[in-house]
């Protein structure tokens, strides 16, 4: 069995270990770019990642090298997030209040987290009608995470099955123009919110490890 670990962050609540002091000069100045309360909010969202893949990798959180690595163009400025001198894989997301961690050693793993919100023209966006907004968020999360982990962002829209589709929650996905199949599995998060996690192999365990202890290990 492979494991993929969830870590699930409350930004408003949970104080930074370091006061932001791991953060790299790019993720300051981008924390400095925005207001309150969404300039800490990132700063502990990026923290949060930080101090969990330094727990795995028995070092400074501080002294990690995040990068970037755009499948599309090759600039070093967007795109996946990857650590420069380690293999192993993870991913972030984060909206409102909350963060969402995923991390694998040995498959490539996204992961999308959405605050509901009233209003979005979902017809346009998924080419159907959901049942209602939380169902739309659903799915969408759902492509997020599939982008994330694939690398391809949005830009190539992930063909998912629908959902009650698979086994345990699984469902398939695939992107155009690969031949390989994606796993998608709802994350369980706050009500108002709605979360999901793409990996490439089946027979997967989801585990959830609370915030503080992932913190603490880095």
């Known amino acids: 069995m492979h494991t ?16 932001g002091a791991c953060l ?19 700063r502990a969202a990026h923290c949060l990642l930080r101090h969990v893949l330094a727990g795995y ?17 090759g600039h070093s400025e967007h795109g996946k997030p990857v ?6 894989q993870f991913s972030l997301s984060h909206t409102a209040h909350l963060a969402l961690v995923a991390v694998s050693r040995d498959q490539p793993v996204g992961v999308d987290v959405e ?27 759902a492509r997020e995470a599939v982008g994330k982990a694939t690398g391809h962002g949005i830009l190539i829209a992930p063909e998912v099955a629908p959902a009650g589709s698979g086994d345990d929650g699984w469902r398939r996905a695939r992107v155009p123009g690969q031949a390989r199949t994606w796993w998608v599995h709802e994350v ?11 990996v490439a192999r089946t027979g997967v365990i989801l585990r959830h490890m609370p915030a503080g202890t992932a913190v603490a290990a880095g």
């Open 24 to 42: 790299d000069p790019r993720e300051r100045a981008r924390a400095a770019r925005l207001r309150a309360p969404h300039a800490a909010r990132y």
């Open 188 to 198: 369980d998060v706050p009500t108002g919110f709605r979360a999901a996690v793409a």
């Open 83 to 88: 650590l420069a001198d380690a293999a192993l």
């Open 4 to 19: 993929v670990e969830l870590v699930l962050l409350d930004c408003d609540r949970l104080p930074l270990p370091d006061a």
């Open 57 to 73: 990798l028995d070092r400074p959180a501080e002294e990690l090298r995040i990068g970037r690595q755009c499948l599309h163009c």
């Open 115 to 141: 605050r509901v919100v009233p209003g979005v023209d979902w017809p346009a966006i998924l080419g159907s009608a959901p049942a209602d907004a939380a169902a739309g968020f659903a799915e969408w999360t």
